[in-house]
């Protein structure tokens, strides 16, 4: 018998955790509650049918009992595997947990417990394989049953039995939670209700889209832990310690935000979300850093795209991640410190072309100001493009597109790539490595001939010019102004633009692409790839030179670029 005592989370990752009291929850939607359990049980989000951690990583298994001191026995039954732990002192009650050896994907198991008094718990249909936790505002929330073919989509979904799903409740705390308050959808096997229960319920599309073409891909269980609620700001899903890093109050305030969107079939036009700092770190990431996990999708920005939360989102989100990772390491001890995270760049929301701020704000921000990912400041980190997928008709609001396929697919693509190294094709489109200008016409070179993957062009609009006057060669608001520059000829890897916009007496100091709330109407922005039809993501980059009406440069993507 093996003898393996684990850390328990709340008192390994938070130095406020010993405080911890009865949260102050918001209720919204259904779920089981669990407040003031006592007895001898498992965790709330452990339960048949589950989906736990494959080798080489080890898996957690924890609970509760009411007897500090007490002995509990774990066993794997079909592999005669045995562990034990002392019960310890936690907020309310005694807690155990125990780290099981590598386990290679597979099962079905039963994993029972074994208490001194001779009282037993088990979960049985218990798969090994890797888990993803899904997190973000409404349109990670954004239900199966809500997207295109949504029917066609439920229908199949029983067929992918070694797929699991679990959905947190909707809950709020003022401080740190040991385990979850409530759970909305215990682990469950597909099924058309499983997946798409009802709108902005269970489960999340894009979760769900993203899971399943790991499965087709990989071939073994996934587990899917769907955490989201729509209208939140990424400071209610950050610990204080993150927000504290980007000089954010560390306090938590009864607060909501709302953002703008095009009326939905209700006639409703905002969505809100509860907006205080941490709330939702609190009580929907907080209690479940004691699983191990494999990585983390993210979809959200829509609620920080506004004054003045919209400029610390470079620094906000990033630390997020960082934050996230470092606290699942240090409360499992398993999961890697660098976890694969992705994330979709915010897609298009409302028809009004005259917006260029919030929304474009965020999808440089999402990437650090770097436009791309991995990049030197969020290693291991992977993006889906999907400003070119607007749904302006959407009957849930144009802030919420129904192809959520295209989306999954995307992120899919990347995270392959960047969390399991399969893969060949470019994962995501076209960067620009140079511009050239020679007098009223500006060159933009993407890549070389021979990479195989050039540069096909669906429309002429989306470039502007930062042009500047009065002789100040500064790409400022008080000293320039963004002019559209239309694409006039187009090879493989060059496209040549419009220089004479910005009018004599004007240079051209900054060129930037794609920056719009909607920058294009569906699968028509301006540059995609050849070789699988991917976007060319939104970028900004500000000429080096003083001034002149000519000049060559390469940009720079090691370092990022400040928003002027």
């Known amino acids: 018998m093996k003898i393996v005592f684990a850390l328990f989370a709340c008192f390994a990752c938070s130095s406020t955790a010993q405080n911890v009291v009865r949260m102050q929850e918001e209720e919204s939607g259904e779920g089981s509650r669990s407040e003031g359990r006592t007895g001898f049980a498992f965790a709330t989000y452990y339960n048949s049918h589950m989906v736990l951690q494959q080798a080489p990583q080890q898996a957690v298994v924890w609970g509760i009992h009411p007897d500090v001191g007490d002995r509990i026995i774990v066993k794997v039954a079909e592999l005669q595997h045995s562990y034990s732990a002392d019960v310890r002192q936690g907020p309310d009650t005694g807690v155990w947990s125990v780290t099981l050896d590598p386990i290679a994907a597979g099962g079905p198991y039963t994993i ?12 049985t249909d218990v798969l090994f394989g890797d888990v993803w936790v899904c997190s973000g505002q409404s349109n990670m929330q954004f239900s199966t049953d809500q997207i295109y073919n949504a029917s066609q989509e439920l229908n199949a979904s029983s067929q992918y039995t070694d797929i699991r799903l679990f959905t947190v409740a909707m809950r709020t705390s003022t401080t740190p ?17 499983t997946v798409g229960k009802s709108p902005f319920n269970y489960f999340s599309a894009v979760c769900w889209l993203f899971g399943k073409g790991l499965y087709k891909e990989l071939g073994y269980p996934i587990g899917l832990i769907d955490t989201t609620w729509g209208g939140t700001p990424v400071e209610a899903w950050s610990s204080p310690v993150a927000l504290a890093r980007c000089g954010l109050e560390d306090t938590v305030t009864d607060s909501a935000v709302s953002y703008r969107t095009s009326p939905r079939e209700d006639g409703t036009t905002d969505v809100d979300g509860p907006g205080s700092n941490s709330q939702l770190w609190n009580a929907m990431v907080y209690p479940l850093l004691n699983m191990t996990v494999y990585g983390a999708i993210w979809y959200q920005g829509e609620a920080d795209a506004s004054e003045p939360k919209m400029h610390h989102y470079n620094c906000t989100f990033p630390a997020m991640i960082d934050d996230w990772r470092t606290n699942f390491a240090a409360a499992s001890q398993q999961t890697k410190p660098d976890f694969p995270f992705g994330f979709v760049q915010l897609s298009g929301n409302s028809p009004d072309p005259t917006v260029v701020v919030g929304f474009p704000d965020i999808r440089w921000h999402q990437t650090a100001d770097f436009g791309y990912t991995p990049n030197p400041r969020m290693t291991n980190v992977f993006m889906a493009v999907s400003m070119d997928l607007p749904d302006f008709n959407s009957p849930y609001g144009s802030v919420h597109p129904r192809d959520k396929q295209d989306v999954a697919e995307r992120l899919l693509l990347s995270g392959l790539r960047v969390a399991y190294n399969k893969g060949s094709e470019p994962t995501q489109g076209p960067r620009p490595v140079s511009v050239v200008q020679q007098g009223d016409t500006v060159a933009v070179t993407y890549s070389a001939s021979n990479s195989g993957d050039n540069i096909r062009v669906k429309s002429r609009n989306g470039f502007e010019f930062c042009c500047s006057w009065n002789g100040k060669a500064e790409c400022t608001p008080k000293n320039s102004w963004w002019l559209p520059a239309p694409i006039i000829s187009t090879d493989p890897t060059t496209l040549s633009l419009d220089g004479s916009v910005c009018g004599a007496d004007q240079f051209i100091v900054g060129l930037r692409y794609a920056w719009h709330e909607s920058p294009c109407v569906f699968k028509h922005c301006a540059v995609y790839s050849t070789s699988n039809d991917l976007p060319a993501p939104p970028f900004i980059t500000i000429k080096p030179q003083s001034s002149g009406t000519a000049f060559t440069y390469t940009i720079d993507w090691s370092k990022p670029q400040l928003i002027p």
Do not use: Q, R, V
Not at 177 to 193: G, K, Q, R, V
């Open 112 to 123: 029972t417990a074994y208490a001194d008094d001779g009282s037993t718990i088990s979960i």
């Open 177 to 193: 939670l040991y385990d979850l308050s409530a759970i909305a959808e215990p682990w469950s096997l597909p099924n058309a209700t």
